[in-house]
């Protein structure tokens, strides 16, 4: 026994030399959609602890609200933010903001205003927005590393970073590669199937498909142009419209703590107009994704309309439907509103939408 304890002290310095000299295993691309993954849904992340990403974007509704909340609540009760939360799905395949020198119109940004330009740059929108995750600064959110369950994995990708703003470049860079990685974009919905020809539609289906890219003008905006060899698609060019909607009045928003809107109901959401400092494009928001859109309801940047017939009746006849816009200067009018549609081919048009949830797997 004595011997064999005798060895184990010889060996050890041998250990270290080797703990030293070999190389470790590399850092993959892998273990970051791993660490991001962990912060994503870490509930310790706010500030009381228990709200993570997850709160707001869960994987049971594409990433989107799961509570069918036309707004979001954040971590201190009656706090709200003012919109809609938006599904993660494909967000890696947004563009950043830019404006197109010729027609003047602008395209891509996240958000529903577009005002961030990059997924590791906009988290410090929900990590420090009091109305969401509320952390006072960096140091506070740092802090948390500390204590974190991954702490070992976050210290072996990023090399354990020293300073509070390297640390927290690091925390962000590990969610953002979460948002890039496959989860996020699976395209392996009904229609994804359809286009390999392991699908096939019902006729009210094909009907609204047709509608679709045709008469009905959808993909003027929600644009179906692949994107890629295997022709996928993302139902959205990005550009940004005011679509005409009537203010929300029931928002949560108008009426949340006066800390996070001091203009009660005299708030005016401007979308893009505010973003870029021009009133020409006040009450413009940017044109959503439809993948995964049957589950992420309600709809629109204020969550106002709570159904997906409702949304796409009020975005084929609203002209009709005699509603005072929040906006009513810049309204788009040229591709929408003003379609004479029938109930069946509205309903077809519902039907096609409904092909676009990931996660299909066999005819129901
Ligand atoms: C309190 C609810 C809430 C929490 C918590 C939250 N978000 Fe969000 N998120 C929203 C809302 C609402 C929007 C839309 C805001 C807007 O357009 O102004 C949004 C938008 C986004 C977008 C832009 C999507 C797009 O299509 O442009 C990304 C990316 C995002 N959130 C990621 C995250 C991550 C990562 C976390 C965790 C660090 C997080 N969010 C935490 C509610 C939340
Ligand atoms: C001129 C561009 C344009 C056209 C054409 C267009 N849309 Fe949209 N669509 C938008 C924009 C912009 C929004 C978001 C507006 C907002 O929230 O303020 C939107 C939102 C939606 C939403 C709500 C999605 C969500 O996640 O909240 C649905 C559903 C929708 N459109 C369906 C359609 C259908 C169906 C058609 C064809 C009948 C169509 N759209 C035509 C630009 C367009």
Redesign the pocket.
């Known amino acids: 026994m004595q011997q064999l304890i005798k060895i184990g002290i010889w060996m050890l310095p041998l250990w270290l030399l080797a703990a030293c000299v070999l190389p470790r295993k590399p850092v993959t691309q892998a273990d970051k959609v791993e660490l991001g993954r962990e912060l994503?849904f870490d509930k310790m992340?706010s500030e009381p602890d228990g709200?993570?990403?997850s709160?707001?974007?869960s994987p049971r509704a594409a990433f989107a609200d799961p509570f069918n909340a036309p707004i979001?609540?954040?971590m201190i009760d009656g706090a709200f933010?003012?919109?809609?939360?938006?599904s993660?799905m494909y967000?890696s395949f947004?563009p950043p903001l830019s404006k197109n020198a010729e027609t003047g119109e602008f395209s891509g940004g996240?958000?529903?205003?577009g005002r961030s330009n990059d997924?590791r740059h906009?988290?410090s929108g929900?990590?420090f927005n009091p109305?969401?995750?509320n952390n006072p600064d960096t140091s506070a959110l740092v802090y948390e590393i500390k204590f974190a369950e991954w702490r070992k994995a976050f210290n072996r990708c990023y090399n354990k970073p020293k300073t509070e703003l390297a640390q927290y470049n690091a925390m962000v860079d590990a969610?953002a590669h979460f948002?890039e990685s496959e989860l996020f974009r699976p395209f392996t919905s009904a229609y994804d199937a359809f286009l390999k020809g392991d699908y096939r539609m019902t006729p009210e289906e094909r009907i609204g498909y047709e509608l679709f890219r045709g008469q009905a003008n959808c993909t003027k905006c929600h644009s179906m142009d692949p994107i890629d060899a295997e022709g996928h698609v993302l139902f959205s060019n990005y550009s940004y419209h005011n679509v005409g909607l009537p203010r929300f009045e029931d928002n949560p928003f108008y009426t949340t703590l006066p800390t996070i809107n001091p203009n009660g109901r005299s708030v005016v959401d401007l979308g893009l107009g505010a973003v870029v400092n021009d009133p020409l494009q006040n009450g413009k928001f940017r044109t959503p994704s439809l993948r995964n859109v049957a589950v992420t309801g309600p709809y629109f940047?204020h969550g106002g309309v709570a159904t997906l017939e409702e949304a796409v009746h009020f975005m084929v006849a609203r002209d009709a439907m005699g509603l005072q816009p929040e906006f009513k200067e810049n309204i788009e009018h040229k591709w929408i509103g003003g379609m004479q549609l029938t109930a069946p081919q509205e309903k077809a048009l519902v039907a096609f939408l409904q092909l676009l949830t990931d996660g299909f797997t066999e005819v129901p």
Do not use: K, T, Y
């Open positions: 994503f992340l709200q993570a990403c709160v707001c974007h979001s609540e954040g933010v003012n919109r809609n939360g938006q993660l967000v947004i996240l958000f529903w205003d997924l906009q988290l929900p990590l109305a969401e995750m969610l948002e940047h």
